[in-house]
């Protein structure tokens, strides 16, 4: 299977809340299935729920790509600036201001780079837990 196809995949179902979107990967063929109630999009084979051959691809929460990967990156880069980090993470709209803060700090890119990185180990880890072997 394609490590892209499981990507866009788990951005699909990443890019709402969890169980707003859901998507299914065939563990024998790599097909990929996408269902969200939000835009109406329901491709998912009849009997989906009972088929052992497809597997869901899992919410970004699911892998600890949330806030975990924020705490990390904060420990590592800027750990001076936990305490005024944890202030902007104490209300909503708390990523946006995270991100303003790294671009204020220069650092913003190195965000970006940092979590691409690690939700790409973390999808590549899910897809050996789970037997997907996977062509880069």
């Known amino acids: ?4 196809d499981i990507e866009l995949a ?3 179902v990443s890019s709402g809340s969890p ?3 859901t ?7 790599g097909e990929t ?3 969200s109630d939000l835009s109406g999009e329901d491709d998912l084979p009849e009997g989906y729920e009972e088929d052992e051959d497809l597997l869901e691809i899992p919410h970004k929460n699911d ?3 949330g806030t975990a990967l924020v705490w990390e990156f904060v420990g590592n880069n800027l750990p001076e600036d936990h305490g005024r980090i944890r202030g902007i993470f104490s209300s ?7 991100k303003s803060y790294l671009d204020g700090k220069g650092i913003l890119d190195s965000w970006y780079e940092f979590e691409e990185a690690k939700t790409k180990e973390a999808i590549r880890n899910w ?3 789970n037997g997907i072997s996977v062509e880069e």
């Open 1 to 4: 299977m394609k490590n892209t």
């Open 92 to 98: 909503r709209g708390a990523y946006g201001r995270f």
């Open 63 to 65: 892998l600890d790509l």
């Open 19 to 21: 169980y707003e979107h």
């Open 33 to 35: 299935f996408f269902q």
């Open 23 to 29: 998507a299914y990967i065939s563990k024998s063929t």
């Open 10 to 12: 788990f951005e699909f």
């Open 127 to 129: 897809c050996q837990e």
